[in-house]
Each structure stands twice: as C-alpha cells, then as structure tokens.
C-alpha cells in the first residue's frame, strides 16, 4: 500500500493563481481530510469529508474548495492565492474510531 | 471549544534518560488521543492510538496513557536515544463530531544528546 500521497511535493505561486492540491489513498477510508501547518499556530481543519459526496468546512476554510467524486481522492482547490496561504498543508484519512494517516505534505509559497 | 495543550514546548535530555512528555484537554468528551512524532520538514507519523475506553498503549520504548476524566495524557519515552530527536504531537478526536477531524496540542520539541 502507498498509504496518503500527496502531489506537488513544493508549490510557488503568485498572488492571484489557482491550484489544486492532490491527495490520494488506498486503505479505503471513509474519512478524509486536509490541515494546514503554521509556525506558532499548530495543525488546523481546513475541510473534511466522511463519505464520497459528502464534505464539510472546518476550522479555516475560507478561500479552499474541496469536493469528494470518489473514495480514493479528495483534492483541495485554492481559488485565488493570498500570501496568507503561504504554509504547509497535509492530508490525512482514517476509517472511523482508528488511526489517522497523514501524507507526506505540500510546501506552498505564495508571493 | 476544545483546546489541547502539551507542556514543555520544547526539552532537552541527554541520552538513556526516560523523559515523560505531557498532554492537557479542556473537554473530556473524546472518541480517542493519538500521539504523532514529525521530524523537521517532514509529515506526521503516528506512534500510539489510546481509545476513550483504555487507559495505556504501549509500542517499544513509548507508553501512552490517558485519564479521560482530568483531561490529561503522557508519553514516556524510555531509555532515550538521539535518533528520538522530534517534535511530538498530541491531538484528540472529539466524540461530538463527524469523527474525522483531529484537534491538535502545537507539540513538544525534543533533542536528546549523545
């Protein structure tokens, strides 16, 4: 099993651009989620799905999109990057009740 | 709001000490505590899993236990050794929700020295 990865591994983008980070996973878990990393300010809940279909806001959304076609994906979309974007961004997927497992992590930058 | 709070920030040990590192929860309705280890640039690996029914997981050198009831976890480390140079991280699964987010501490930076 890969396990969660994640692609691009380093992002730089400029003020304005879109992108869409990717995640996969073949333990098939119901429950998939995405967290950004900031210095100072711990691991925080952008999105998170409990289903294919179904997704919902977490504790910072505003500014990403997700949605969740299948159960293995669940890619996040930055609609127009600010340089508060600029952190480190994981995966993670879980089948309820047991361990979480995160991927690898993206580096974005955004100038 | 649940809050997670890990104390020391950040410790140093020499090698072969046995080291306790500590984990704080405001609200004791948790479905589960996990304790992660992230090595600098890299991403979470995770270490110990204790469900809210347990009260200690253990895996090699590293115990885990939880006391639901005063909202506190610890992981000892025993017998530390260079290679355990990390930032831990605590993080609990509230039981009110979906059961897919995690909340967590911002984490304890170890260096043990040879």
């Known amino acids: 099993n890969a396990g969660v990865t994640q692609t691009p591994k380093f992002q730089v983008l400029k003020t304005g651009q879109s992108m869409t980070l990717q995640c996969a996973q073949d333990m098939n878990h119901e429950y998939m989620s995405w967290y950004r990393q900031d210095p100072g300010m711990g691991l925080r809940l952008i999105h998170y799905s409990v289903g294919a279909g179904i997704t919902d806001q977490g504790e910072v959304p505003n500014g990403y999109n997700v949605s969740r076609s299948t159960t293995e994906d669940f890619p996040l979309r930055l609609l127009s990057a600010a340089p508060s974007q600029t952190s480190v961004y994981f995966c993670?997927?879980?089948?309820?009740?047991?361990?979480?497992?995160f991927g690898p992590g993206t580096r974005l930058t955004v100038t | 709001k649940q809050e997670v709070t890990q104390i020391p920030a950040a410790l140093s040990v020499p090698e072969g000490e046995n080291l306790v590192l500590n984990c704080s929860f405001t609200d004791s309705a948790i479905y589960n505590l996990q304790w992660f280890r992230q090595d600098p640039g890299k991403g979470l690996t995770s270490l110990l899993l204790i469900q809210s029914s347990q009260r200690e997981q253990t895996s090699g050198r590293l115990n885990a236990s939880l006391d639901k009831s005063s909202g506190r976890s610890t992981l000892y480390i025993a017998a530390s050794q260079p290679g355990d140079s990390a930032t831990y991280l605590c993080a609990v699964r509230p039981a009110n929700q979906a059961g897919t987010a995690l909340i967590f501490g911002k984490g304890t930076t170890l260096s043990v020295s040879s």
């Open positions: 993670a997927s879980s089948d309820l009740g047991h361990e979480q497992y």
